[in-house]
Structures are given as C-alpha cells and as structure tokens.
C-alpha cells in the first residue's frame, strides 16, 4: 500500500546517522573522567535515543540529578568536538532524501533528542544539511518524544494535518510520538533502537533500508 504524504518527519540518530560508536566514545570519555566503570560501547548503545539525561543516568551508577547536571555540559562538549569521527549516513540515505527532495510538495523534518546545533553540525559535515526543511531538538519544546510536541510543532509550521506526514524512527518513542500526534509511522529495523520493542510499537509500516520508505509513499 502506498501513502500519499506531503511531509516526512525523522528521527536522526539510528535512521540518517550511524553514530552509535561516537556517542559511546564521548560517554567513555567522560565515565573515564568522573572514575565510573567503562561500559562497554555496545552497553552505552543501547540507552541511545532518549535523550542525554537518560543516557547518562543508565552510565553512571547511583546517579542522582546533580551529578546529571555536572556531567551534561562536559559531554556535550566533548561529543560536539568528536560528533562525526566514527559517524556516517546509513546506506541510500542521502539518495533517498534527494528523491523526496525531488518533489515540491513534499517538505521534509528532523525531530530528534539531539541539541538542534549538534544536528545542524552532523548535518552539514556529512553534506545533506540542504535536504532538511526544519529542525526540532529538546531546545525547542518542553516534552521530548513518545511526547508528540516536537511532531505538533512541525506540522504547525507548515500547516498540514497529521494525515498527510508520516514519522519515520527506529525506536518505539518514535513511533509512539507519531501516534500521537495522528500522523502515519515507519520503523526502520536498521538503526540503533531496540528492535523488538519496535515490532511491538506497531508502525504502519517497517523498512531495514531507507530507500524502501519510497515504496510505502507518494
């Protein structure tokens, strides 16, 4: 079946970029920093996607809100120092952005957990910064997702109803955030999200590539 959209929302991390090992690289670092225990990069990995308060609460043991807030701004800057060492597009990414592109009508969407700077940067190092018409970070609204704010504020912007975008993530937050918010969902089994919570979020559709989104919509 083919939907008919008019705006494409992603999640960043785990759908455009592959950045699972900078990510854990920077958490690293900065366990090294505060002597924690060094998690392994595949334990790190897996806290991805909810934002970095919830990254490193699930790093450091007996972690309350003020050691949070000590450590957030030291890994802040060393991942924005060290944000595209490892990181790269997934295969056919920049591909199939250039075909939605290709379409007028059709406006395109990050909605992501990352700093809206630290995207921005991603973005325009790995050269597919002009394929996005809009950019949503945690700066930007007061609920991350599963909350559907991020997704609201995009559809706002440019005056659709919910019906006529589809989100597109790898993690259930994502999924759950487009349900809410009553715009068609896309799990992509590829990134760096917990698959099987994925398959339980019930998307209307899956993909483990990309470039198969343009087979689900027109």
């Known amino acids: 079946m083919r939907y008919h959209v008019n705006l494409v929302i992603f999640d960043f991390d785990g759908v455009i970029i ?8 920077a958490m690293q670092h900065v366990l090294k920093q505060f002597n924690q ?14 934002g970095v308060g919830h990254l490193i609460r699930n790093c450091f043991s007996g972690c309350d809100d003020d ?13 924005l120092e060290n944000a595209v060492v490892e990181t790269r597009l997934y295969e056919h990414v920049e591909e199939t952005l250039k075909h939605i592109k ?12 990352k700093p809206e700077d630290l995207a921005l940067k991603i973005l325009e190092v790995l050269g597919v910064k ?20 991020g997704i609201i504020q995009v559809l706002e912007h440019f005056k659709l109803p919910a019906q006529q975008a589809i989100m597109v993530g790898d993690s259930y937050v994502d999924v759950e955030a487009g349900k809410n918010a009553g715009t068609l969902t896309c799990g992509v089994t590829y990134g760096l999200g917990n698959r099987e919570e994925l398959i339980k979020s019930s998307p209307d559709i899956f993909i483990s590539d990309l470039a198969e989104l343009l087979e689900h919509i027109q």
Do not use: C, W
């Open 130 to 149: 002009q394929y996005f018409d809009m950019v949503v970070g945690p700066e930007s609204v007061k609920k991350m997702k599963p909350d559907p704010e």
């Open 37 to 50: 225990p060094i998690l392994t990069r595949e334990e790190i990995i897996s806290y991805v996607g909810h």
């Open 67 to 79: 050691t949070i807030e000590q450590v957030i701004p030291i890994y802040r800057k060393h991942y």
């Open 102 to 113: 290709s379409s007028e009508s059709t406006k395109t969407a990050l909605v992501t957990n």
């Open 18 to 25: 592959d950045s699972g090992q900078d990510i854990a690289g």
